[in-house]
């Protein structure tokens, strides 16, 4: 998947180098081109474990 190459987080270097200006009346701006990087992603199962008494499982509603 194609992500933005952040590698730092120093001024022009922040969201892949684009740059950001406030808007003003007749002020310069200088170009920027972003650099890409592609994202691997390899999903696994995630569990968790926790302590529940009939109580709360009763309250939750559907739970038990």
């Given amino acids: 998947m194609p992500g933005l190459d952040e590698n730092s987080r120093a001024d022009s270097s922040r969201w892949g180098g684009i740059l950001y200006y406030w808007l003003n009346e007749a002020g310069t701006k200088t170009s920027s081109k972003p650099k890409f990087r ?5 999903l696994e199962k995630c569990i968790g474990l926790c302590y529940l008494t009939d109580e709360l499982a009763e309250d939750a509603g559907g739970a038990g």
């Fill in 38 to 42: 592609k994202i691997k992603m390899a």
